[in-house]
């Protein structure tokens, strides 16, 4: 089989001098052209190709395929062509080999299909197409479709309004594991919304994906931990933690209550520096809190000016100030000839004065 420019291009870059990151781009360039030499029964070459982010390599092999009505690999055409992977990107080219592929049974396909007609990226919104093409999807078992699926009949525009209908469907999206599932299922848990009330399995619902890193999850969870709602005594420092975590993340939300338990020292140390900068960056985002102003109206004028600086700089630290690195003064005491010669424990000393 002959090998394509991009492979060669990798196999020709050997050299004694390669760095290491050549060394590795080498390496994953010599696994994949051993698979095109001899491939193992099996194995997507297109696929693994576009893992490995050999986007050109992985389309001109999947072009092969699709040529014969491969529908896996004329989806991976459309993603190519939609993101923009190694050729400019091309949303009309997408929308064709999406609909090749949806004709040809690929429910991932299919999916892509709606998500382009729900947002209008490309082409004019349809949100009426992309209603039937999520049912579709989620006939033939894709979860995030039966997701989407289940928020359109919380909406009832272009779906029945029918709670109980999304809750199944949110229900079976969040146990497959999708994060903002999980969340939206833990919230109709709580509410009753199309579901009996269950508190103790929306908490476990809300941690798992609080876990995965959705903002929303981690800031509903830890207002819960803090209520009391695990076993009913308040968890001040697990509703710090989280509160954390989102912060961390940019939820201004999370951001607001952080500070707030860092101005009072509840669940966490007290750091009004750090409280105040994630007020700066929650009033980026349009979000203030009088009771946080009030609790920070006390701080030191310099603990202020900082914490502004951080946030100036946010998610990255300030630059350092050469002016603040300067050398201990010197001292007239002998230096001890060992470490063992020191009159008091090294965790007691303190730089001379």
């Known amino acids: 089989m002959r090998l394509t420019a991009a492979f060669m291009a990798g196999l020709l870059a050997f050299s004694p001098v390669a760095t290491l990151a050549q060394s590795e781009q080498m390496d994953e360039a010599l696994d994949i052209s051993r698979l095109l030499l001899n491939p193992p029964e099996g194995v997507d070459l297109a696929y693994g190709a576009f ?26 055409i459309g993603e190519i062509h939609a993101n923009g ?12 080999w999406y609909a090749q592929a949806d004709q040809n049974g690929d429910i991932q396909a299919t999916f892509q299909l709606a998500m382009i007609y729900q947002a209008g990226t490309g082409v004019p919104r349809n949100r009426e197409r992309a209603a039937a093409l999520f049912k579709k999807a989620a006939d033939g078992g894709h979860m995030a479709a039966k997701y989407n699926l289940g928020l359109l009949h919380v909406e009832g525009t272009y779906a029945e309004p029918n709670l109980v209908q999304a809750a199944e469907l949110i229900g079976e999206a969040a146990e497959a594991g999708l994060p903002e ?21 929306a908490l476990n619902l809300l941690e798992m994906a609080a876990e995965q890193g959705l903002p929303e999850a981690q800031v509903e969870y830890a207002t819960l931990l803090y209520m009391g709602a695990r076993d009913g005594a308040r968890d001040a420092e697990g509703a710090a933690r989280w509160y954390g975590r989102a912060a961390e993340a940019g939820n201004a939300v999370g951001q607001v209550r952080y500070a707030m338990m860092l101005a009072a020292a509840e669940g966490v140390g007290e750091d009004f520096e750090t409280a105040a900068m994630y007020r700066a960056l929650a009033r980026r985002q349009g979000l203030t809190e009088d009771a946080l102003d ?7 004028p310099a603990t202020l000016a900082r914490a502004e600086e951080r ?14 690195e300067t050398e201990a003064p010197p001292t007239d005491e002998p230096l001890p000839e060992t470490l063992n010669s020191l009159p008091v424990p090294l965790d007691d000393l303190t730089t001379p004065g």
């Open 294 to 300: 009030q609790m920070l109206r006390g701080a030191d």
């Open 51 to 76: 893992q490995r982010g050999y986007y050109l390599t992985a389309l001109r092999l999947a072009e092969r395929r699709a040529a014969n009505g491969d529908a896996i690999a004329q989806t991976l």
């Open 311 to 324: 946030a100036r700089y946010w998610p990255a630290v300030p630059p350092a100030d050469p002016a603040a």
């Open 181 to 201: 599932a999980q969340y939206d299922y833990a919230i109709m848990l709580l509410e009753g919304a199309g579901v009996a009330p269950n508190t103790s399995e």
């Open 85 to 96: 992977l190694g050729v400019p990107q091309d949303i009309p080219r997408a929308i064709t």
